[in-house]
Structures are given as C-alpha cells and as structure tokens.
RNA sequence: GGUCCGGUAGCUCAGCUGGAUAGAGCAUCAGCCUUCUAAGCUGAGGGUCAUUGGUUCGAAUCCAAUCCGGAUCACCA
C-alpha cells in the first residue's frame, strides 16, 4: 500500500482523497469520481491543489462554504497530505504539506528511473523518415523524423516495446528520373569524383532531369502541341518510364544503376541520420514490400468483400461509411499504392506480433490512411485496429509549399550546418569560449544549434501546420532548447564548486530533518517535479513531444527564479543547503531525461 | 461540392476530458551583474479567445450555423 501510494503523483492522491471523503461525509448520495475536478491552484489563492466543489453543492443542496468545510477538515483529519485549506468560492485550496514534499524529495533525487513506467506487454512499431530516394531529405522531414524518434522514446519509457523502423521508397518514377538524367549528363561522376555527398548528388540529377523536361515541354508546345500531351511525350519523360519498364522486367544493366545510385543515397542518409541522432531497428524497402498486397486483395476478392469491373480492375466500395470507391489493383493486375501499403500493414503486424502500429505522416494522407484501415478492417486482417496515424501539419515556407522539382526546399543538411554555425556565432559573441578545447567546442556547438533544431519542431502541437521563415531563423533565446540547456549548465556548476558528481545518481546527501520549511520557490519546483510521471504518461498517451517540451521549459524557468532568489552554496543553514542541492540534482536529472528524450541532450558547461 | 484539420496579444505558440482575473516566448519599454554562469531575473504595456446563437451555476474549452486559411476526395507515390 505504501509502495503504491508513493508512485501516484499529487495530483491522483489528492482526487483520490477528495472521493474518499464526499463517500464517507455523505454515503447517501451517489458521487461519481469523474464528477472531482482537480486543478492546481491558481497563484494568487493559498494553496497548491484544488477541488471544485460547484457540482456537489448542487448535488448536495448545501452552501459551498459548509460542503467545502466539511470536505476540507475531513481531509485533515483523514490525509496526511495536507497542512491547511481554504475556501474561497466554490473551491476548495488545499495546501499540500512540506512533510511529503521533503520525503518525496529525499526519495527520489537520485532516483533514475523517475517517472518511467514499468514495462508492460505492449509492441508497437512506429514508422517514421520514410523517404524517397531521389532527393536528400529537407526541412519537412526533419520534423517527421523528429516526432517518430521522440515518440519512440516516449512510449519506451512508458514501458512499451517499440521497434522503430523506416520505410523507404527506393523504386518508382522518381528513381528513374534521376537514374536517366545521371545516364545522360552525369559522364560517369560519382559522389566520390565529385566531392559531393551521395544523397544530393543523386538529388541534383533529379532537379536536372526537371529543367530538361521543363524546356523539353517548351519546345514541343512552341512547335504547336498541347500542352497535356507535350508533357507526356517529352522525350526525357518517355526515357524514364522506359526506364522503370525495364526495372520492373529485372533487366540487369538497370539494376545495377538503380543499386548503385541508391546506395549513394544511403550513404548520405547514413551520414544525416548519425547527425540527427536517430536510428531504426527494422528498414523495410518498398522495393521489396511493393509486390505484397496483392493476395490479399484476391482473397478479398474471393470473400466477395472487393469486386471486379469489366476492364478487370479490383474495387472497394466503401460509399456506406462515407468516403468513395477506391481502386486496388488495376485493370492490368499491377499493384497501386494503397495495394503496397496493405501487404505491407500485414508484413509489419507479421513480423513483430504488433499491439500497435504507428505511422507518422503528414497529414495531407489523411484520407490515405484512413481508407487504408478502413479496407484491413473489411478484409479482417487483424493488423487493422492497431493502425495510428500520427499525423503532422506540413512546414511550408513563407511563400508557399517546399517543392524539391523547383528547388524551393531548405535542405536538412544545411540547416543543421547553419545551426551549428549559429551556436558558434552565439557562444563567441557571448566571449564564453574560455576553458574549453577546440573539440570540446564544436561538440557544445552541435549540441546546442541540433537542440534549438529539435525543439523548435517538436514545441508544436503535430498536427499544426508549421510556417519556417529561413531568413528569420531560429531563437537561442526564450523558449528554446538553449534556455533548459543553460540552466543545466548552471546546475552542474553549482554541483561542481560541491564536489558533486553532475551526472551521478549515488549522491550522498545528509537526511532533512522532516520538518525543513519550504519557501516558495522550492516548493514550486518540487510539485513541479513531482508531476513529471504524469506528464510523460500524457505524452504517450497523446503522442505529444510537444507537451514535455511545455513541462520541461517551466521546469527551467522555475530554477531559473529559484537561483535568483536562493544560495544554494551560502544557504542559511545545512539543512537548507542539503534541501536545495537535492532539489537542484533532481531537477538536473530530470530535465535530462525529458529532454533525452526529444534527442536533445544538455551540456554540462556553456 | 463532400470530408478532415486549424483560427487565442504585433509575431510564434500553450491552455481545449467545461471552473477563479485567459498564459508563455519573441518584439517594445523600465529596472537588476564587487555574491553559485546576465544564453539569466524582475516589472510594464499589449486580448471582442474569428463571428453569431445555444447548453450550463460557470464556455477559449461542449453543440449548431456562418466566415477565413489549409489538406484531401487520382488506374501518382
């Protein structure tokens, strides 16, 4: 009992409190917990949690004062969490007991695993990065990459199994595009003679491969063609589709273009993805997944589920539940891309045994997605109901969509350099150089131009649409990695001047006495702290980074206040001392947990 | 046209399972470094929570309608 009470946070404690008391004040009148609204108390009021209590004066036909009393001194009496209450219109203060704060404290300051879950039978597979392999990636994906990566995380250390895997579009009309302009203008370069990074050496064939097609229509509608038909008879474009023909027949010189320049590609992935911080247990390539589906389209077919029209082609009509007839294998009996995407939801659920199985894609699939679990469901594969689309709102520019044809992208290797960059500009600008090696530096440059990168993106509820002005650029100042990172870095210099290992969690501290008296600014940060499980909890729950980059940023402002106010290092007493430093190593640890979590990690000097 | 998502301070965003006088950051202005890192702290100004109506003791939050912005409704992926 005493185990489980001491994992619940505050905030269940207290609701749990304020249940038990209505039922025993008045075991009559049938309370429902969902009816005791819990907040915190707002700060202009004494107090630290409060219940409401306007729906039972209704219900109980008593004056808030009386009920609120009542509820109040039975709390007293009954919890050991509370020192005092108040009333004032309707809602009950409750003020919570430095006692339990000290202990909670003392407890866990060293505690490493706060706020994690322990593991429970769940797997779940979160796709995310998923790029094509025409082009480098770019600043939209970054924010897909890092959703999928934070959630991973999240859901991790709410105790689930996660297999992060990537699923990468390596065939298709867009490969070929690159692979017919490199055949025709590349004069056998590769990234190695050219000194340029595989994935936008690829990449810069496929803008290639738009220009000529660009002046290609040109010349042809000039000559007096339409303008439809000029686009598909543009000689380049017929060279491309021949080249896809000839991939799909298995023809060996294409084959081996078609590997060759992939592995360019993944070789610069690779390099980005180690930037990034991020990795995958498990990528799938549609090359090998594209073919899938189609069995089971037949079986479906078979179960008088999907249905034929006279060209031969499959359908499903899905017009009962809202949306239209949707096309799943041509009149040809090739595959589309809905096709490909239900062989590979079974391949998935096959080979893990998925609980759940989350796709993080932008949003403009969202009718993809929804018709895609909507026929696993009518077709009965079990892999269905676990289906989760994290859907995120596009990062568009000032002027309009990124479109990587015309070149309009801000690529994500060169936004991470200009990170990087602005961090070194900051930190000498700063004169904040000194004591550091050269190599100790650019390690604190990256870490604080890829977290003011990470933050950025994922401080915004996914599913908005995000506009990114590169001119404008992005804050080290405010609400930014670069703040949580700086109070770290004061925390261990603190720690540091105490001969306190910064990271470690066998610190040994003097006991509280049990009755130290907390000022403000302590006791924010520990009810703060303390509702940390809560929140992680929330954020998988809702698979939001967004809500612990929120709680972490608070966290640090609270320090921040908190160092203004208090000595830690010349306190008034020992006791005091003791206190803070506890307080000041746990919010150390925590915020590197919370934010490790976003892949962001925090320098111990800056 | 149907469906889905968004609209909160000059800008970028929290808050949305209904609760007290709607919060941060940036920008603007005024203060704070002989004392643990000023990448910080304190304070000020700045709001018709798109609009209208409804439900409720109570609405930024729920419902309906309208307006604005976006996405999507392909034998593209």
């Not at 491969?209 to 042809?220: C, R, S």
């Not at 294998?329 to 239900?342: A, C, F, K, N, W």
């Not at 045994?353 to 018709?371: F, T």
């Amino acid at each position: 009992m005493q185990q489980n009470t001491l994992k619940m946070t505050l905030a269940a404690l207290v609701k749990i409190a304020a249940f038990d008391a209505l039922k025993h004040l008045f075991p009559d009148t049938d309370i429902s917990a969902s009816a005791i609204t819990v907040n915190q108390t707002k700060p202009e009021f004494t107090g630290d949690y409060t219940i409401v209590l306007f729906p039972f004066v209704k219900l109980l036909r008593m004056k808030p004062d009386i009920l609120g009393t009542q509820v109040g001194e039975h709390l007293l009496a009954t919890s050991d969490l509370f020192s005092e209450f108040q009333i004032v219109s309707g809602f009950l203060n409750l003020t919570v007991k430095d006692s339990y704060l000290n202990t909670f404290l003392t407890e866990n300051f060293t505690n490493s695993s706060f706020g994690i879950q322990h593991p429970v039978d769940h797997k779940v597979m979160v796709e995310y990065s998923s790029p094509n392999t025409n082009k480098p990636l770019h600043f939209g994906h970054l924010r897909n990459i890092f959703l999928g990566a934070a959630v991973s995380e999240i859901l991790t250390a709410n105790g689930k199994k996660v297999i992060k895997a990537n699923l990468v579009n390596d065939r298709g009309i867009h490969i070929c595009k690159s692979m017919v302009a490199w055949k025709n203008y590349g004069e056998g370069a590769t990234p190695a003679s050219s000194g340029i990074k595989g994935d936008h050496f690829v990449g810069d064939y496929y803008v290639k491969f738009n220009e000529v097609y660009k002046k290609e229509i040109a010349g042809l509608t000039a000559a007096g063609m339409d303008e439809k038909t000029a686009e598909k008879e543009a000689p380049i474009m017929l060279a491309a589709q021949a080249m896809l023909r000839k991939w799909e027949a298995g023809d060996e010189a294409t084959r081996k273009l078609w590997e060759t320049m992939n592995g360019w590609v993944y070789e610069g992935f690779d390099v980005s993805y180690k930037n990034l911080g991020v990795s995958f247990d498990h990528v799938y390539h549609e090359s090998e997944t594209y073919l899938l589906g189609k069995k089971i389209v037949e079986d479906g077919l078979n179960k008088g589920i999907l249905f034929r029209k006279e060209d031969g082609s499959v359908w499903i009509d899905l017009t009962d539940d809202g949306l239209d007839e949707k096309l799943l294998l041509r009149g040809d009996g090739t595959s589309v891309y809905i096709t490909q995407d239900i062989g590979t939801a079974q391949l998935k659920y096959n080979d893990y045994g998925l609980d759940q199985s989350v796709y993080v894609i932008a949003d403009e699939q969202n009718y993809h997605i929804q018709v895609l679990k909507l026929i696993l469901k009518k077709l009965g594969e079990p892999c269905a109901d676990g289906i989760f689309h994290l859907s995120y709102g596009m990062v568009e520019l000032p002027t309009g969509k990124m479109k990587s044809r015309e070149g309009t992208v801000v690529d994500a290797d060169d936004m991470m350099a200009e990170m990087v960059n602005m961090a070194r500009e900051q930190t000498e600008q700063a004169g904040k150089t000194e004591g550091f090696t050269a190599e100790e530096l650019n390690n604190l440059y990256r870490t604080i131009g890829m977290g003011a990168l990470k933050f950025y993106l994922l401080r915004v509820d996914p599913k908005k649409r995000m506009i990114f002005d590169p001119k404008e650029s992005i804050d080290l100042h405010g609400y930014t990695a670069t703040f949580i990172q700086y109070a770290h870095a004061r925390i261990c210099s603190i720690l540091r001047k105490e001969n306190i290992p910064v990271t470690g969690t066998a610190t040994q501290l003097p006991q509280l006495s049990g009755n130290v008296t907390l000022e403000k600014a302590e006791k924010d940060m520990i009810l703060h702290m303390e509702q940390y499980p809560d929140i992680l909890k929330d954020a998988a729950d809702s698979f939001n980074p967004a809500s612990i980059c929120n709680y972490t940023f608070q966290l640090a402002q609270l320090f921040n206040t908190f160092y203004d106010v208090h000595s830690i290092s010349k306190a008034e007493s020992e006791e005091k001392k003791t206190l803070r430093l506890m307080i000041v190593i746990m919010t150390a640890s925590t915020l590197r947990h919370a934010m490790g979590l976003l892949g962001i990690s925090l320098p111990e000097k800056m």
